[in-house]
């Protein structure tokens, strides 16, 4: 399992190893007011009610909660717009969302906030 650690200016990928059966990959996006900070950051590059803000974004501290496999299409389109900006910052937690959509579709399990 990877953890990435998140910093003013990159996340930090650290290695170990995963406890039990299920294959998983782990990311930190940040805290509630890191968060809110990119929500606003993708607000303004990709508007209101984007799958982004619907999905991920939405809240800080949304434990528990899942997105399925059906819609990693949706937030995967968007990752691509932001991939784009000259927003240096987007770019990389584009980057970690798609190496987490990534390891879900390849385990073939939805993506879970924890």
């Not at 990159?10 to 968060?35: D, Q």
Request: aromatic share 6%; hydrophobic share 40%.
């Amino acid at each position: 399992m990877s953890r990435y650690r998140e910093n003013a200016r990159s996340f930090i990928p650290t290695e170990r190893a995963s406890p039990g059966a299920v294959k998983a990959c782990e990311r930190l996006l940040g805290n509630i007011s890191h968060i809110g900070a990119l929500r606003g950051r993708i607000a303004r590059h990709l508007g209101k009610a984007s799958a982004l803000e619907r999905l991920v974004l939405y809240s800080g501290s949304h434990a528990g909660d899942v997105i399925e496999e059906t819609g990693f299409g949706e937030v995967e389109e968007e990752l691509g717009l932001l991939e784009t900006s000259p927003d240096e910052y987007l770019g990389r937690f584009a980057s970690v969302m798609r190496a987490v959509i990534g390891a879900a579709r390849q385990e073939r399990n939805p993506i879970v906030f924890v």
